[in-house]
């Protein structure tokens, strides 16, 4: 398999996680998003959002964390990313799109760089937009799973699923915004048992080829 990717984008940080869960080797293919190459060919022939990841298998070409998470899932089983029971699978995923959909899509580097560009926001001001999203769903995020009483080491019971795939990499962004995490120790607990793991350890960010 061939990930293109880039260190810092929490959406290939979760599809790296994934694929050391499920003990996949790949090869990286590095998409430098500061100096613009996903908005080049080739890669937007692979893609023409412009977005990472995207995961190359053979013939088959995957875009979208959330669609390779799944795509994963069904072609590798073990270890599965989501539970057995119906309702349990509902609840992972329901705080899987909490983040991919409600948190992510408003901090991400396009949506802060138009604030720059369009509205003249300085560091400071799109700082406290990002911290201000960061606090608002964090809270939400952290009563659902406190109300929910069906964690346990992990998001779900006492191994990891897709919802913490998607959670560390959220944290670690809002740790690199000093956003202020005091409020959530559910959240803290999860990502701190989460990053005990090799599979979380060797996807982080900083532990990447193209890492500045």
């Known amino acids: 398999m061939i990930l293109h990717g880039y260190f810092r984008s929490s959406a290939a940080y ?29 890669f937007l022939a692979l893609n023409p959002q412009g977005l990472v990841p995207v995961l190359v298998d053979e013939d088959n070409v995957v875009n979208q964390s959330i669609a390779i998470l ?23 995923r329901s705080i899987v799109l909490a983040i991919a959909c409600d948190i992510h899509p408003l ?13 003249k926001l300085d560091e400071s001001q799109r700082s406290e ?20 009483n069906l964690h346990g080491k992990f998001c779900f019971a006492d191994a990891p699923t897709m ?34 793991l090799e599979a979380f350890q060797k996807a982080a960010p900083e ?3 193209d890492a500045e």
Do not use: M
């Not at 990002?130 to 929910?148: G, N, P």
């Open 14 to 42: 979760r599809t790296r996680i994934a694929l050391n869960l499920k003990g996949i080797e790949y090869e990286n293919q590095f998409v430098h998003l500061r100096k613009k190459d996903q908005y080049q060919d080739p």
């Open 207 to 209: 532990n990447q080829p």
């Open 129 to 148: 937009w990002y911290r201000h999203w960061i606090d608002v769903e964090f809270r939400a995020l952290e009563t659902k799973i406190s109300a929910a």
């Open 70 to 92: 799944e795509y994963l899932d069904e072609t590798h089983p073990e270890p599965a990313f989501l539970p057995e029971n119906a309702s349990d699978r509902a609840y992972v």
């Open 163 to 196: 919802a913490d795939i998607c959670l560390v990499p959220q944290v670690s962004n809002a740790r690199r915004f000093n956003c202020d995490l005091n409020d959530f120790p559910i959240l803290v607990e999860i990502d701190n048992n989460c990053r005990q």
């Open 107 to 119: 901090n991400n580097l396009r949506i802060l760089r138009y604030l720059d560009y369009n509205f």
